[in-house]
């Protein structure tokens, strides 16, 4: 999916802002009946103040009055959506436009050509936010007394954040539009020529498309022939050394121009083998972390300042990458690790298949007896639907390099196998970069109980040795896990191995002369402790602290105020442990730190 700017032959205008908002019941044919209004975008739970409203479950309505642009015949006008979450029912003027589901991919509808000669329209959206075993992320959706109040048992653990959370754009375009934008390149050995590739669809066939490459100082360096064309001496996307091209794209009937859009790209090429991984031929390193969109009053909506400011202290400490946990990021924050050489691991939100993934979280309504994961889960459909609509939005990003399937599901478990395996391959089959794909493995799928990361190609592994494990014992921890990597590197010799999640809760200022756990001194012993082991191990390619900054979730009995495994607190601020990551990182290069 193409993401909106303005060309000569397409305008854009925000809808962002103040919009009206209700909570509840509603006949969206009427004029929404309400004093309340709503920031678009942004999570609703973290602007009112009132705590049910906060928790509400169920239909929030969003209501808006736009103009129209002015459209020729020739024309449509496009309302559009970064994300809405979980689910979106969309009318314009009473009217049905269309719905979609999954709370972390685009989604747009064209509206009625009976509407352009009109002066505006009323623009509403019901927004819901329930989930259960047939929705990803997974939670366990209730009805308490009777029907009256509704809940969400969330199946993972971070703050179940609801709303329109990213822009709104109304756009033009022509009815003969360029539709999708494909771009591929192959480098040479030794890296002096790149032969480009750009694929381009359209709503109707056209006399001629052209193509043109430009650098960035927008300098024309050719143009292609049947859409390849061999670029020599190409500038390279490094790793923190960022470079973009723009492909512009053209369509034209009897000399007229119909539609035109510029993509940005980058050069690179991403391989895996002998248990290494590769960026541009080189054996990368991955130094970084997993995130969350979360930040406060904003909670999960867009907030570019943040996102920069976020990059902009990853860069400080070292880290050169990120992971989307547990769901696909901004389009914005994707534009701006293209732009700055930030290398992203993009997860689909397929987060809770684990039926037993915490005791305060049962999807089969209670009782001791609990049935394996893949005999619960309906979400297939949705898995499907979120992989096809990640690859489809993020394939010409440089800094992608790699997909995840899920995080922590049950893949010990009866069939998981059979569930993943089909899925695993859609996402081979439909990314044109072809780029390595990954699992995220839970700590109770050890390597002699696990069924799937054989299908995958990079071994990936949140482990708490020294947290949830051997908890305070940071020798047992060491022990406990040196031996089960090395299992695994036994076990798959030629994968690489990545750590995507290790960490140790903290509370900035908590201090202990005997640094137990909590305290910030236990965070410096435990990273201290895992670092000494990563090293040992020639095939782990690559080390994601969980997490960034501390987040908002569900209060519960391990969480008070969220989770605080975060380097930094939920407001930026950092804890002791960044000054060692700075001295380690720093002098860990990006390229060829363990190099065979």
């Known amino acids: 999916m193409l993401y909106p ?34 920031v678009v975008p942004t999570s609703f739970n973290d602007v009112v103040v009132d705590k049910g409203k906060r928790a509400y479950i169920g239909d929030s309505w969003y209501e808006t009055d736009c103009v129209l642009p002015r459209v020729g015949s020739r024309e449509e006008v496009v309302v559009r959506f970064g994300s809405v979450t979980h689910h979106a029912t969309v009318y314009v003027n009473g009217v049905v436009l269309g719905q979609h589901k999954g709370g972390f991919t685009p989604f747009e509808f064209v509206l009625p050509a009976a509407l352009y000669q009109e002066e505006s329209i009323r623009l509403t959206v019901c927004v819901n936010n ?174 570019e300042a943040a996102n920069l400011m976020d990059l902009n202290l990853l ?46 979280l049962d999807l089969i309504g209670g009782g001791e007896q609990q049935k394996n994961t893949w005999e619960v889960m309906q979400t297939r459909a949705a898995h499907e639907q979120v992989i096809d609509e990640l690859i489809k939005r993020d394939k010409n990003h440089p800094s992608v390099v790699m997909w995840v399937v899920a995080n922590e599901p049950a893949s010990h478990e009866k069939g998981a196998r059979a569930y993943f395996k089909p899925l695993i391959e859609r996402v081979r ?70 750590i995507t999640e290790y960490g140790a809760d903290t509370l900035p200022g908590l201090q202990s002369m005997w640094d137990i756990p909590y305290t910030e001194g236990y965070q410096v012993d435990y990273y201290e402790m895992s670092h000494r082991v990563f090293d040992t191990i020639p095939n782990l390619v690559g080390e994601q602290v969980w997490n960034f900054a501390d987040f908002e979730t569900n209060v519960m009995l391990i969480r008070v105020k969220g989770n605080h495994k975060g380097l930094f607190s939920r407001n930026r601020e950092p804890k002791q442990v960044v000054r060692e990551f700075k001295k380690r990182w720093n002098a860990i290069p990006n390229y060829h730190y363990k190099s065979k």
């Not at 397409?10 to 909570?23: D, E």
């Open 5 to 38: 700017i303005n060309t000569k032959t397409r305008t854009v205008q925000s809808l962002n802002g103040i919009w009206r908002f209700k909570q509840g019941n509603h006949e969206p044919q009427t004029v929404l009946n309400t004093k309340e209004v709503m």
């Open 130 to 303: 329930e989930l259960n075993y047939t929705t990803l992320p997974v939670g366990n959706y209730v009805k308490e007394d009777g029907s009256i109040h509704k809940k969400v048992l969330e199946n993972f653990d971070f703050y179940n954040y609801a709303g329109i959370h990213r822009n709104v754009h109304l756009y033009t375009r022509p009815k003969n539009h360029i539709q999708d934008i494909v771009i591929t390149s192959q480098l040479s050995d030794d890296l002096s020529e790149a032969r480009l590739e750009v694929k381009v669809e359209s709503t109707e066939v056209a006399d001629t498309v052209r193509i043109q490459i430009f650098d960035e100082e927008n300098q024309l360096v050719g143009e292609l022939e049947n859409g390849q064309m061999t670029l020599k001496q190409p500038r390279l996307w490094e790793v923190l050394d960022a470079y973009l091209y723009t492909a512009r794209v053209e369509l034209w009937a009897a000399g007229e121009l119909l539609d035109t859009y510029t993509e940005p790209f980058g050069i690179r090429s991403v391989e895996v083998k002998n248990g290494q991984f590769f960026i541009n031929h080189k054996p990368f390193y991955f130094k970084g972390f997993g995130k969350h969109e979360d930040t406060y009053i904003n909670g999960r909506g867009l907030n």
């Open 315 to 360: 860069k400080d400490i070292g880290a050169n990458s990120f992971r989307t946990s547990h769901y696909p990021y901004s389009e914005e924050m994707m534009r701006l690790a293209d732009r700055m050489g930030i290398v992203v691991v993009d997860e689909v939100p397929a987060v809770g298949l684990f039926q037993q993934f915490s005791a305060a």
């Open 429 to 498: 089959d439909t990314d044109p970069q072809h780029r390595p794909v990954t699992l995220v493995n839970i700590m109770m799928a050890t390597p002699d109980k696990d069924e799937v990361m054989d299908l995958v190609d990079v071994i990936s592994l949140n482990r708490y040795y020294g947290w949830y494990v051997h908890h305070g014992d940071l020798k047992k921890a060491a022990e406990g896990l040196s031996e089960e990597l090395h299992q695994w590197q036994t076990l798959y010799p030629d994968k690489p191995i990545l």
